[in-house]
């Protein structure tokens, strides 16, 4: 069964920690994405990487970074998380040709 | 004008009827549709792509309306585990640019 894998289901951070974000899939697919996921806002791209160490900025990417030194691995790095940072985080991958997306069972993030 | 848009609802339906909802999308080039089902603090799944000539999985039915840029998803005889959010996602072909909608929620009741 194909898997696209979050490190942590729930995480509590405090105000102005660095925060590392693990996603792992696979399935060998080219495409990673970060998502957020907030009540009324629906899903929000925050960073995309088409490729071993390419990165894009989504629509969010403020406040966040990525790395994506291996295929398989993309990781979303909170610089100073902040409160405004509590989310759901979805991390999704596709392969070229996007024929849709998998996606990891997220982490909710709470920052205090 | 929104990109993707959906009726939040939630539709109120009792078991066993038939329950339809659209999703409108903007960009008159979009090239792949898709419908997604999330259910409650879980992660959004594949439910099914819509193509032009329309699609059919069992209870379920999706179509696309490229004139009046529009997509739809047809729920027959509704069961209390289909209660979910659906969720419409429009790939618009520029770089695999990717949109989803807001989602509508879906609520079968026995």
């Known amino acids: 069964d194909v898997k696209v894998t979050q490190s942590s289901r729930y995480l509590v951070k405090r105000t102005g920690e660095k925060v590392f974000l693990e996603c792992v899939q696979d399935?060998?697919?080219?495409?990673m994405f970060w998502y957020r996921q907030d009540p009324g806002l629906g899903l929000r791209l925050i960073y995309f990487?088409?490729?071993?160490?390419?990165?894009e900025k989504g629509d969010i990417p403020e406040g966040y970074s990525v790395s994506r030194e291996k295929k398989e691995r993309f990781s979303l790095i909170l610089e100073s998380a902040s409160t405004n940072q509590t989310s759901m985080y979805l991390c999704?991958?596709?392969?070229?040709?996007?024929?849709?997306?998998?996606f990891g069972s997220g982490t909710r993030l709470t920052v205090v | 004008r929104k990109e993707v848009e959906q009726d939040p609802g939630p539709f109120n339906v009792p078991e066993g009827a038939t329950v339809a909802f659209n999703c409108t999308y903007s960009n008159s080039a979009s090239q792949s549709f898709f419908w997604y089902r999330q259910d409650c603090r879980k992660e959004p799944k594949l439910l099914m792509s819509v193509y032009s000539s329309g699609n059919e999985d069992g209870r379920f039915t999706a179509q696309l309306n490229r004139a009046s840029q529009y997509i739809s998803l047809l729920i027959r005889d509704s069961k209390l585990s289909d209660s979910a959010t659906y969720l419409c996602v429009v790939n618009e072909g520029r770089d695999d640019k990717i949109i989803f909608g807001k989602g509508t929620r879906l609520h079968i009741l026995p």
């Open positions: 999704a991958s596709s392969s070229t040709g996007f024929i849709g997306y998998t």
């Open positions: 990487s088409y490729d071993v160490k390419m990165k």
């Open positions: 399935m060998d697919h080219e495409n």
